[in-house]
């Protein structure tokens, strides 16, 4: 089946399985490969993308679902030369070390900045708690998100 939608500002036009994955055809497809797949069920958020401005898990959705829609991943928010801020401050405060979950946690960090800019801690941990790490016990990653904290918006 053809599938339409915007990938990071791209117009995409696609032939797919009808029971293609999302995940999989960022990553195999589109060459997006910053999006990362572990559990497949949900679980862990390393698969994490904004679909229309939300993050999701693109390792539970049918591409079909997708159809005229807007998907941004990691490589749409940020890279090396110009990275977004929550991956700077991750990369500063050492919240990345094998970083698997790191583009996933990028996602639904910068979602969760934008939307709730003053977020106190118990937020920014709810609303990361789809995502799952490894390697750095959370506190770092956690921290470096706080950092972000716009303290004097008054949301
Ligand atoms: S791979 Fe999608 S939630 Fe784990
Ligand atoms: S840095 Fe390795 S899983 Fe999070």
Not at 6 to 33: E, F, H, S, Y
Not at 50 to 56: E, F, K, M, R, S
Not at 107 to 121: F, I, Q, T, V
Request: hydrophobic share 35%; charged share 20%; proline share 5%.
């Amino acid at each position: 089946m053809l599938v339409q939608f915007t990938a990071n500002n791209q117009p995409i036009k696609i032939d797919v399985d009808p029971d293609a994955i999302l995940a999989d055809v960022l990553r195999d497809r589109l060459g997006l490969k910053g999006t990362k797949i572990s559990c497949r069920e949900g679980e862990c958020g390393a698969c994490t993308v904004w679909l229309d401005g939300q993050p999701v898990n693109s390792c539970l959705i049918p591409v079909a679902k997708v159809e005229g829609r807007t998907i941004v991943t990691i490589e749409g928010l940020g890279n090396i030369e110009s990275p977004h801020p929550v991956q700077e401050r991750i990369a500063e405060y050492g919240g990345s070390q094998c970083g698997f979950c790191s583009p996933g946690f990028v996602m639904s960090a910068a979602a969760l900045l934008r939307d709730h800019p003053s977020a106190g801690r118990a937020e920014i941990v709810e609303g990361l708690s789809g995502n799952l790490c490894r390697c750095t016990g959370y506190v770092k990653i956690i921290a470096a998100v706080e950092s972000l904290v716009d303290r004097d918006s008054g949301e």
